[in-house]
């Protein structure tokens, strides 16, 4: 169990969940060729993963004073696991994530995309060692890094199996994953801020420089609020132009019931949101709208079948 607190496990299925639902749900119910076989993709799966993991496992080495204060609970390092073992767990599972990613770029023909998964390694340690104290940035880079797990399907299954028959095609599974992306950014972007407002105590004694520290949690909670409309008309908007134009009712409905109402609910209660209780559920709510919303793929691969 020690270890799991150590690698955050629950966002690192949701991660792996998330890329699964892409390609079976979505993407091999289509009549594209993809450049990955089942158990070279579940390679690239498990290469995220383990990089995922890895990060988790250098910012939780390095956030001991911090996580002591906020979540006591949660701190792992120099209580069941010393600091050296975590280091030589870090160092693993970057190497076998890399060395994974390298494989599949030869595997796909395209040797350069190895540099991916050492891009990815790298922003994740710098992230926990220099990015993650610098205001909005640090947050704008782990909503990226997010986002990028979704892109990264198309460069490795999309991408390599493109030609000049099916290119049109092709673009259009990508821009789907790229839409997709973009959401995913936006919502963790915005739950990245509210974690620092909840964590404010802690990060403001190791002398972090976090929105919230800087202009306040009354001001932060305002820009979250803007922050928070700005997907809630995106997605209206998206609502009516793809699903309602293409006569996608059933997805219609889920993307108001689940998607929707939960951020509406999270741009009210987010006015009167005051003690780290409540910004530890407003959180939460942030990361289950992230989960449906990423569903909603399934619901419209099921929708369009339903209306052939």
């Known amino acids: 169990m020690k270890y799991l607190k150590l690698i955050r496990y629950q966002n ?59 979540k006591p609970n949660n701190v792992v390092i ?11 767990i870090y160092i693993a599972l970057n190497i076998t994530g890399v060395a994974i990613g390298c494989y599949l770029s030869n595997v796909i ?58 290119q049109a095609q092709m673009a259009s599974m990508f821009s789907i994953l790229i839409d997709y992306a ?26 972090m420089n976090t929105l919230p520290i800087a202009i306040g949690k009354s001001r932060t909670t305002k820009i979250v609020l803007g922050f928070a409309i700005i997907p809630f008309i995106l997605c209206l908007l998206y609502i009516d132009k793809y699903f309602l134009e293409n006569n996608l009712y059933i997805v219609t409905l889920y993307a108001f019931a689940f998607v929707l109402a939960p951020l509406l609910y999270f741009i009210v209660k987010i006015f009167t949101a005051k003690s780290q209780k409540d910004f ?9 709208i992230l ?16 209306n052939a």
């Not at 959180?283 to 289950?288: C, D, E």
């Open 12 to 70: 690192l299925l949701m991660l792996a969940f998330m890329q699964l639902l892409f390609r079976y749900a979505f993407l091999k119910q289509q009549d594209i060729p993809l450049a990955l076989a089942d158990w070279q993709y579940g390679l690239l799966v498990l290469s995220t993963v383990l990089l995922a993991a890895a990060g988790y496992v250098i910012n939780n080495i390095l956030d001991v004073a911090t996580d002591t204060i906020n």
């Open 78 to 88: 120099g209580k069941g696991i010393s600091e050296t073992r975590g280091y030589n």
């Open 182 to 207: 973009l959401f995913a950014f936006m919502i963790n972007f915005i739950r990245e801020i509210v974690k620092d407002i909840e964590d404010v105590d802690g990060d403001y004694n190791q002398g």
């Open 291 to 306: 989960l449906f919303g990423i569903l909603s793929i399934l619901v419209i691969t099921l929708n369009i079948k339903y």
């Open 280 to 288: 530890h559920h407003l959180s939460t709510v942030l990361k289950l």
């Open 109 to 166: 023909m395209r040797p350069t995309f190895a540099v991916i998964s050492i891009f990815i390694a790298s922003v994740l340690y710098f992230y926990s060692t220099n990015l993650k104290q610098i205001m909005i940035l640090g947050n704008f880079v782990v909503a990226a890094i997010l986002s990028f797990s979704v892109i990264v399907i198309g460069v490795f299954d999309l991408f390599p199996a493109t030609n000049a028959e099916n």
